[in-house]
């Protein structure tokens, strides 16, 4: 069984190819075509997923958890009834939900192996893109590819069908925001530039929303009524964004919207209209468009000629409002919320990928010259934009006599422009290399990084004068060892899931 997975930061959703070859949405079993990325535990051993846990999430917010693929590839445990978690594995408890419902829906047997091309944002850095892929491997899941989700796009617009044609992707999900520029030229798509930022979505909007409705409650209700607490009742602050994600979604298409407000025993109802909400996100567009024109500098003034929208916050009219007034032409707007996952479906094509590094790589070094000894700077190695299936080596020497072992330290670009101070940016990998010889100090050391077709990072490094490969221990940080995630892949497989 082939899927393509978008594993969204608020929605999720599944497609296959049909027999005719064309990609088709999986309906989960509620006979929804997206599944709201929430993850509930209510008690040991079992876990909701979807619109149960959503629902839940107002009334036990301690066991419930959402856009936790903003935090995926960092540090930050959670433990549910005495059993620890990280976004991975709440991860792959939703990739599980999401792979059960697939099967049910193609009639597959419960044992059959899976296999998917797995979409990430374009600015997913080394820790995200290896969080992502462990997440899938503690949900059983074979990743046959990761695959950008701008480029997923492009494939399901069939803007990748089309020759010498230059695109810009504009991503605007629930929780993520991203932009990339493909070059698509004889079937082949090439990322041109990628940019984005990791807390801008459309939660930004509903909880600016959901503060308007709390206003208008505290403003409606009676006056022997205390309201200064409605904003620290946690059941009602989960009530209140569930309706200003509607409000949100309505507005996109009408002009007005009423919303019934319950407090105590109380009803307040009131009317939202396009007019606010464009008010609401207005500096909210304003700053995905500072990142568009970012962008534009990185792809060196690469010019237009189609604009794609995806995300389901890309529906807003402020959105449309904004690229058409900058690039004078109408983006192409067309099923935003699914546009990747039917993208990824149809990614073993015949269309051809070329995806480039998002942020650049580089060693930590100790400065030579500095007369402390202490200074330390990043050397960059492969720079922003660097494609796919590289790998670059550079020449690296001892410091003191008999040296038996080099640690390794791989930093990543952090911001939108390459330094090499240690600040600005931040370590994806530590390591060490043993085997060294007994050799004098000033013996020279390469090292390699490569970048594989699928985005992961390895290192390699040779002793020189000996001609012999050196052995490497390193981890990812921010990714769990193998021993702990196998722990997490054995508790979120027995956990019981309902939806």
Known sequence: MILGIDLGTTYSAVAAPDA?????????????????????????GEALVGGMAKERAAHDPDHTVALFKRRMGTEFPLEFHGE??????VSAVL??????????????????????????????????????????????????????????????????????????????????????VLRISGGTVTVLATDGESHLGGAEIDDRLGDVLLDRLAAGLPADVDADDLRDDPALREEVLGL?????????????????????????????????????????????????????????????????????????????????????????????????????????????????LPRGLGILLRDSYDPAGLREFVEPVLEAGTAFGVSRTLPFATVVDRQSAVRIQVYEQAGAVASE????????????????????????VDVTLAIGTDGRLSVSATDVLQRRELVLQAYVDGVVDDADASRLSATAASLVIRQ
């Open 84 to 89: 620890r978690h990280t976004p991975e594995s």
């Open 421 to 444: 101070e240690v600040a600005h940016n931040r370590r994806v990998l530590d390591g060490e290399f043993t085997g060294l010889a007994d050799l004098p100090a000033g013996s020279r």
């Open 244 to 356: 200003a994600e509607v409000a949100k979604r309505t507005l996109s298409g009408r002009q007005r919207h009423r919303v019934t407000l319950r407090y105590q025993g109380h009803t307040v109802r009131t009317e939202v209209d396009r007019e606010l909400l464009a008010a609401e996100a207005q500096d909210l567009v304003d700053r995905t468009m500072a990142i568009v024109e970012r962008l534009l500098v990185r792809a060196r003034g690469a010019g237009l000629d189609e604009i794609v929208l995806v995300g389901g916050s890309s529906r807003l009219p402020a959105v449309s409002a904004a690229l058409s007034a900058r690039f004078g032409r109408t983006p192409l707007l067309s099923d935003p919320e699914l546009a990747v996952a039917l993208g990824a479906a149809v990614r073993a094509g015949d269309s051809q990928t070329v995806p480039v």
């Open 95 to 180: 990739l599980r939900a999401l792979v059960d419902d697939a099967r049910a829906a193609l009639g597959a047997d419960l044992d059959e192996p899976v296999r998917a091309v797995v979409t990430v944002p374009a600015y997913f850095g080394i820790r995200e893109k290896e969080a992502t892929q462990q997440a899938a491997r503690m949900a059983g899941i074979e990743v046959l590819d990761l695959v950008p989700e701008p480029v997923a796009a492009a494939l399901h617009y069939g803007v990748a069908d089309t020759t010498d044609r230059t695109a810009l992707v504009y991503d605007l999900g629930g929780g993520t925001f991203d932009c990339t």
């Open 20 to 44: 005719t070859g064309r990609a088709r949405v999986l309906p989960n079993r509620l006979g929804e075509l997206t599944t709201p990325s929430v993850v509930s535990f209510p008690g040991p």
